[in-house]
């Protein structure tokens, strides 16, 4: 979606499974300024300013204290995902809210990190939309991200400059992410 008054194009949603972007803590911004995007460089390559995630929510809570602030644990077939939403995401809020776990959701929003006192960096992602969605989008979701995931894989060993600094700093064990791969598409023919 591009809005041609301002040149703003709004960046793609990559779709990344739990386990990667837990992962993840590799962080890059594009210019110099307050307004330069961030992006969050996972370990299979992906150059993510926003994800796309579908999966099961099984908790949430409202840690708000003046207005709602809604936190969720939303699984896939690889892990958890933790979305938050509030004031500044109200629709994304109001769906949370609404929510009665356990029940598929699709989420779009921004990957966010912290860094807690011992060092560890938790990933979490800001929601920009959310929607309740059935099984058939969700298993669809998994295949999609499957084959995305194993052809970001094949990339690792090239010359593409967002692979060459997953390799780098993630030290990326192709073989983990390939059997990661194979669990989610297996965990869809046991159901």
């Not at 837990?22 to 961030?38: F, I, M, R, V, W």
């Amino acid at each position: 979606m591009a809005d041609s008054s301002s040149g703003f194009v709004r960046e793609i949603a990559h779709r990344i499974f739990a386990a990667e972007l837990k992962e993840s803590n590799l962080q890059a911004k594009e210019g110099h300024d307050q307004y330069s995007p961030s992006y969050l460089i996972t370990p299979t390559g992906a150059k993510a300013n926003r994800v796309f995630i579908v999966g099961t929510l099984t908790e949430k809570e409202d840690i708000g204290t003046d207005s709602e602030f809604w936190r969720g644990r939303i699984v896939d077939p690889t892990g958890a995902f933790f979305v938050s939403a509030g004031q500044y995401q109200p629709e994304a809020a109001q769906v949370l809210a609404r929510s009665a776990p356990p029940e598929f959701l699709a989420v779009i929003g921004k990957p966010t990190t912290f860094t807690t006192k011992e060092g560890n960096v938790l990933v979490s992602i800001r929601a920009e939309s959310m929607h309740v969605v059935d099984g058939a989008t969700r298993d669809r979701w998994v295949v999609e991200t499957a084959d995305l995931t194993a052809k970001r894989l094949s990339k690792l060993n090239g010359t593409e400059p967002d692979a060459v600094k997953a390799k780098e700093h993630y030290s990326t064990n192709v073989e983990q992410y390939k059997a990661m791969v194979a669990m989610a598409l297996e965990s869809m023919k046991v159901r």
